[in-house]
Each structure stands twice: as structure tokens, then as C-alpha cells.
């Protein structure tokens, strides 16, 4: 049996971290989106990637948003750190919408909120050094004096993210290290530009399962001890409950967000069929030991998003389908007592 037992030192830490999330949701946003939305255009017509989606990010405080691929949640990522122009809405850093910045505003945004990318092997540049690599935002942005300044606070870095010993690899290049020391190389990348926000893309799904826990924690100390917010992407809720277990969670279904709460009542008690279907899909070690609701879906296909089905996106694949607004009205995402909810039949029970 596992001792679910907690000594009174982990007690008093959780309450902290507990005390210390809930200061954080009281601060005002530091990334704001607002309606976003991103169409592309193609031979075969118009994509709507994302439909309308609006999110904020404090700090110190996850938020994860979730969703099978293909839902949205990079395309949203990328414009929430301005790497992509969205097609409609605003993003807003400190209340002011990015697109209106000038160049020194936007210099200063461009340092505040970093990317994390997905693939550790594809996002460090072969051909450069881990020194030259972290250390290029400081002397690009003037933030040390000389060379042997840039080497300590490189140092300081790759010992921050648990790289160490540190000089064992300030002089190595990407191929000598494994995926998770370049993934390290990446945050401590990041962090070198004192960021209030980091935007992590998928950033654990191509490391190993051990691998992956290790540095998640890495990323909890950060933000506990920096007060970073995070926009977590992912489209694993095993993976999203371990890491913003005191934020929040949005779910993403075809370029909407359907469901959005704290994680504990997202996870505990999931309201939308989609994130149950999810919940349900999340594999477990011993099936036989865990009694969870397994939700089947009405269908596997998802729909073209060149040709939506009318009504509810989730229509034609919900177990909760009902002949009438499910197929005719598409449900707008309202306040419930305890979360946002975009689902007709859900709502009303």
C-alpha cells in the first residue's frame, strides 16, 4: 500500500505554497489575452486555428493549457509571445497591448516573456557552445561588462537549472548532451533575461518519463523562488495535474477553450465531456486498482476545420449529445460557481 502520510514539515510546506498561490491569483494579470484569434488561409479555405480566446497569466502562478494536437495551444503560444501576429484580439503585457508598443517597450517585452520549445535538439544552435548559447541575450542586451562577468553569471545560470557541474559544460556543444541537458541549457536560456513569464511549449513530451519529473521540479523551484508565471502547453493531464496542481487549467478543443478552473477542480471534478474524455484517456499503472469513469465518445474522427459541424464542435463526438442546442447553438464559455464551462448540457446540471 502507498503511505499517503505527510510529516509535519511537508505540511507546512504545502500550506505555504498553498498561502503563496493564493496571493499570486490576487495580483494583476502580467500577460493578458484577449479574444485572440489566428485564420489561415488555405487552398481548401479559411483555418481557424483559434476562435476567440481569452487568458492570463499571473505571477508565480501555471497556467496549463491543454488539449490533443492540432487544438490550438501552440498557435497560441506563439502569439502570446508575439512570435506570431494573431489575426484578431490583443495581447497585453502589463495592461498594454503589445501591438501598440514602441520599439524600446517592445525590447523590454521581448526580454519579459520567453519560449521554452518543444524539441531540445532542433531549439540550441549546433554550431554554438552552452556559454555562448546562454550568454548571448546578456551581451546582446548590454546585462554584463566583460567576458569573465558573462562566464560567472552563465555558471550561476546552468547551476540554477541543476547543470552541474557547471564548468564541466559551459565549453560543451548541443551533440555532446543528452535531451535533458539541453532542455536545461534551454531554461537556463530563458532565464538569463530575468523573464516575469515563461511560455513552455511541450517543453517535457520528448524527454524520458524520469527525465521529465526532474525537470518539472526544476521549473516548480523556479517559480516559487523567482515568482515566474508560466503558460504551460501540453496535452498530457497527468502531466498538467503534477505541475499546476496550485494554478490553473484550460482546456483547448478545436481552437476554443471549453473548460477553465483550478487544477484540482478541473481534474477532480471535470465537468465538459471533452476534458473527462481526456482524464479518462491519461494511463494509469494498475487499471484494475483505479475506478474512474471511462467515457466513450459518440466518434473518433475529429472534424475538418475547414468544414465545422454546426452547433457545438463537440457535437458529433459527445456522449452528453442532445438533439436540439448541442447541434444548432453553438455554447458560449460562462462563469459556473466554480469555473468557466462552454457546454450546453453540462451547464444545466
Known sequence: ?????????????????????????????????????????????????????????????????????????????????????????????????????????????????????????????????????????????????????????TTELLERVDLVPAEDHLDKYPHQMSGGQRQRVAIARALAMNPEVIIADESTSMLDVSIRVSLLNTLGRLRDELGVGFLFITHDLAVAKYFAWQGEIAVMYLGKVVERGTAPRVI????????????????????????????????????????????????PRCPLYEEGDCDSVRPPLVRGHDRLLACHVATRR
Not at 72 to 95: D, H, I, N, Q, W
Not at 283 to 294: M, N
Open 1 to 153: 500500500m502507498i503511505d499517503h502520510t505527510i510529516d509535519s514539515n511537508e505540511a507546512a510546506g504545502l500550506a505555504h505554497r498553498a498561502d503563496t498561490a493564493a496571493h499570486h491569483r490576487a495580483e494583476p494579470p502580467v500577460l493578458t489575452l484577449k479574444g485572440l484569434r489566428q485564420t489561415f488561409k488555405t487552398p481548401r479555405g479559411d483555418v481557424p486555428a483559434v476562435a476567440g480566446v481569452d487568458l492570463e497569466v499571473r505571477p508565480g502562478q501555471v497556467l496549463c493549457l491543454v488539449g490533443e494536437s492540432g487544438c490550438g495551444k501552440t498557435t497560441t503560444a506563439r502569439m502570446a509571445a508575439a512570435l506570431t501576429e494573431p489575426t484578431a484580439g490583443s495581447v497585453l503585457f502589463r495592461g498594454k497591448d503589445v501591438a501598440e508598443m514602441d520599439r524600446t517597450e517592445r525590447a523590454a517585452f521581448r526580454r519579459s516573456v520567453q519560449y521554452i520549445h518543444q524539441d531540445p535538439y532542433a531549439s540550441l544552435n549546433p554550431v554554438r557552445t552552452v556559454y555562448s548559447t546562454v550568454s548571448a541575450g546578456l551581451r546582446r542586451h548590454k546585462l554584463v561588462a566583460s567576458h569573465a562577468e558573462a562566464r560567472r553569471v
Open 268 to 315: 477532480n471534478d471535470p465537468r465538459h465531456p471533452y476534458t473527462k474524455a481526456l482524464i479518462s484517456a491519461v494511463c494509469e499503472p494498475d487499471p484494475d486498482l483505479v475506478r474512474k469513469e471511462r467515457v466513450r465518445l459518440r466518434g473518433a474522427d475529429i472534424p475538418d476545420l475547414t468544414d465545422l459541424p454546426s452547433g457545438c464542435d463537440f457535437h
